[in-house]
């Protein structure tokens, strides 16, 4: 598995560093993560609970730094077991830009690998989860780092629901089913129809 992006983080390029490398941050950002814990100044360990479509356990894992070159960005390299689901390993290069005093574009390159049942479940389903997991964990970083920005005894505002606000009807109707996509039952259906359809009317 092979995954890039990048994101425009609001906060000076100190703050951002600092953030990604204090375990309290981190454990608020990784979605499922149970504890992170820094077993040295380069390493850390982890728990995390993770689901991927009808799967799910509890992975330990270890990630140690290198290439460490502060604030501009390192290199992860770590691992994972899941136990009888499986494991995972591999590593990710993370970059930090100053696009300005108070933004730092942050960018990353993920190679990984992964084996035993969660392999069973098929690239492009690992894939779309882990694409997910990674924009949950920088909108969670963005709400930390924003968070730690903001002045000592500042107000958290939160804006109020819109007065009136009209609710779809697409709004109630759920966006996955045993823990895979809609579409993809739709999809299903539709497909097992097709095939009745070609063989008694053939």
């Known amino acids: 598995m092979e995954m890039t992006g990048e994101r425009l983080i609001a906060a000076p390029r ?19 993560c149970e504890s992170v814990t820094r077993t040295a100044p380069d390493a850390f ?13 509890k992975f330990a894992g270890k990630v140690k730094l290198e290439n460490i070159n502060p604030p501009a960005g390192y290199t992860i390299a770590g691992e994972g077991n899941g136990g009888a689901m499986g494991f995972a390993k591999g590593g990710a290069d993370v970059a930090l830009v100053e696009t300005s ?42 709400a930390q780092v924003g968070a730690a920005n903001a002045p000592t005894g500042a107000p958290v505002v939160i804006a109020p629901p819109a007065p009136n606000a009209a609710i779809s009807v697409f709004d109630l109707i759920p966006k996955d089913f045993l823990g895979l996509p809609l579409l993809f039952w739709i999809g299903g259906f539709v497909e097992l129809v097709i095939l009745f359809l070609l063989f008694v009317y053939r």
Not at 16 to 31: E, F, G, K, R, T
């Open 14 to 32: 100190a703050k951002v560093w600092d953030a990604l490398n204090d375990p309290a941050v981190l454990q608020a950002s990784i979605p499922g």
């Open 45 to 57: 360990e982890a728990k995390v609970a993770l689901k991927i479509g009808p799967m799910a356990a």
């Open 101 to 142: 005093p108070t933004t730092t574009t942050l960018t990353y390159a993920v190679k990984a690998q992964v084996g035993g049942k969660i392999a069973q479940l098929g690239g492009r389903l690992i894939d779309s989860t882990a694409k997910q997991m990674a924009d949950q964990f920088f909108d969670r970083f963005q």
